[in-house]
């Protein structure tokens, strides 16, 4: 029997790629990508040449018996994603399900998580928080939005620069223009920057600055009146 690796790998930093994770992927019988175009930009620069295959929330569904098979018959498998760890919001979870439904052993190597970092430095209470990730773009999303109000610690979305506005405005109309916010870009690339503020001030930031870059957004949970301290 073989294992399956799960393998972080930056976000964009390539000095935050851990020497495990170079090991395991150079020693992988077959590296399964998100985005071979992606992926193969970060295997030659760490002059990784093993088997790669196309796996992602496309296919997956169609790829993942095979690959068990293979990983039963003893091969060792390595999933990475575009950026940061697979499985959150990323192509993972329903391989990782059919592999231990299998009996396989899986392992997922620390490595880099955008909101991590995102959240660690927004200065909003981080004891205890909810990973929301991509809020729904139609059908359900204010659904979503309205579940979330009474929710009382910190939470964590992830947007794209195109909609990094509207959704902070819709923050504002749920949860009040007075609400606490972080937002994050560009995660240990060279223009990365936190805008924190009230979302009233954050969104007069992006009104007048355009949003650039994948954004982490860290929203104060409701009733949390301390910003620059963890709640006691």
Do not use: W
């Not at 294992?3 to 851990?18: A, H, K, Q």
């Not at 396989?104 to 959240?119: K, R, S």
């Not at 909003?124 to 929301?132: A, M, T, V």
Request: glycine letters at 8%; one cysteine or more.
């Amino acid at each position: 029997m073989g294992l399956l690796y799960l393998v972080p790998t930056p976000v964009g930093n390539m000095e935050d790629m851990t020497l495990r994770a170079i090991r395991i992927l150079k020693e992988a019988d077959l590296i399964l990508a998100e985005d071979t175009r992606t992926s193969g930009i970060l295997l030659k620069h760490f002059d990784i040449k093993n088997q790669m295959m196309s796996h992602h929330k496309f296919n997956e569904h169609g790829t993942a018996a095979g690959i068990i098979e293979r990983i039963k018959a003893g091969a060792t498998v390595a999933l990475i994603s575009d950026a940061g760890t697979p499985g959150i919001s990323d192509p993972g979870f329903y391989l990782v399900r059919e592999a231990v439904a299998a009996g396989i052993e899986v392992q997922c190597l620390p490595g880099a998580t955008a909101f991590v970092p995102a959240l660690v430095s927004s200065g909003l209470p981080d004891d205890r928080f909810c990973f929301e990730g991509f809020l729904p773009q139609k059908k359900g999303r204010h659904t979503r939005l309205d579940s979330l109000k009474e929710e009382k610690r910190t939470m964590i979305f992830y947007e794209s620069p195109y909609r990094v506005l509207k959704t902070l405005e819709q923050f504002s109309e749920y949860f009040g223009e007075d609400r606490q916010v972080s937002c994050c870009r560009e995660i240990s690339k060279v223009h990365e920057e936190s805008v924190r503020g009230t979302l009233a001030e954050v969104i007069e930031h992006f009104k007048k600055t355009e949003p650039r870059g994948e954004f982490v957004i860290v929203l104060a949970g409701n009733k949390t009146k301390d910003y620059k301290q963890k709640e006691e």
